[in-house]
C-alpha cells in the first residue's frame, strides 16, 4: 500500500499501518537504527536508510521527512515495544525490574550504541531532543503506577511522586553508560533499584507543599 497525499501529512508513528506498509515501516526503522548504533546520528541520511532497508527513497522521503522525523518515530516504536512493567507485590521488586530491564537495553551493543547516538544528537538538535523526551515521557508513564501501588500499600510516605521514583533508578545506569567503560551489570541495576528504594520511603520524593498546604 502506497502512502496517500493525506497519509505523509501524518505525524510519523502517529498511525499504525498494517500490511506492506507495515513491513515497510519495520524494515525503515531498524535501518535507521542500525545505522545510528553504527555510525551515529550525523551520519543518518535518509537515501542511505532507504538503500539499507530495500525501499524506494521517495517512500521514506514521503513518510518521515527528514532524519529527526525518522528518529521520533523509532523511538515511538522502540516505546511501545518495549517489555511492559512487571508487578512484584513489593517497591524493591518493582523498582528492581526495572532496573534489570533498563540495564539490560544499555548493555546490549546495538541498543546502547543506538541510545548514546540518539542522546548526543539531543544535545544539539531540538526535534532530537523533543523525540527523546516523549520516549522517556512514554516509559516513566508505564512504571510509575508500581510507586502508586507501593503508598498504597503503605510503602512509602502519602505524596511521594512516582515519576521522580522511577527516573532516580535509571539515573545512575544512564550516567554510568555515558561516563564510563564500566560495563552495566545485574549489580549495577540491583543498586540503583535499592537506593531509589531506600529513598522513596524515606520521604526524599515527596512532592513539596505549595502554599496553601497541599502536595
Known sequence: MEFSGAESEVEPGAVRPGGRTARVRAAVL??????????????????????????????????????TGLVADLLLDMAQQSVPRTETGSLLGDLTANA??????????????????????????????????????????????????AEVRGEVPAGTDPYEVIRAVSAPLYYRLLTTAVPLDGASADRAAAAAAVAAREGVYVRPRSAGGEA
Request: hydrophobic residues 50%; proline residues 2%; aromatic residues 8%.
Open 30 to 67: 531498524r535501518a535507521a537504527g542500525d545505522v545510528l548504533a553504527e555510525e551515529g546520528f550525523a551520519r543518518l541520511d535518509l537515501a542511505d536508510v532507504a538503500r539499507r532497508a530495500e525501499v524506494g527513497k521517495t517512500t521514506v522521503y514521503r513518510r518521515w521527512g527528514t532524519a
Open 100 to 149: 534489570r530491564l533498563v540495564a539490560r537495553t544499555l548493555a546490549d551493543p546495538r541498543q546502547g550504541a543506538l541510545f548514546k547516538a540518539v542522546i548526543a544528537a539531543a544535545t544539539c538538535d531540538l526535534k532530537a531532543a523533543e523525540a527523546l523526551h516523549g520516549f522517556y515521557a512514554v516509559r516513566v508513564e508505564e512504571w510509575a503506577p508500581c510507586v502508586e501501588q
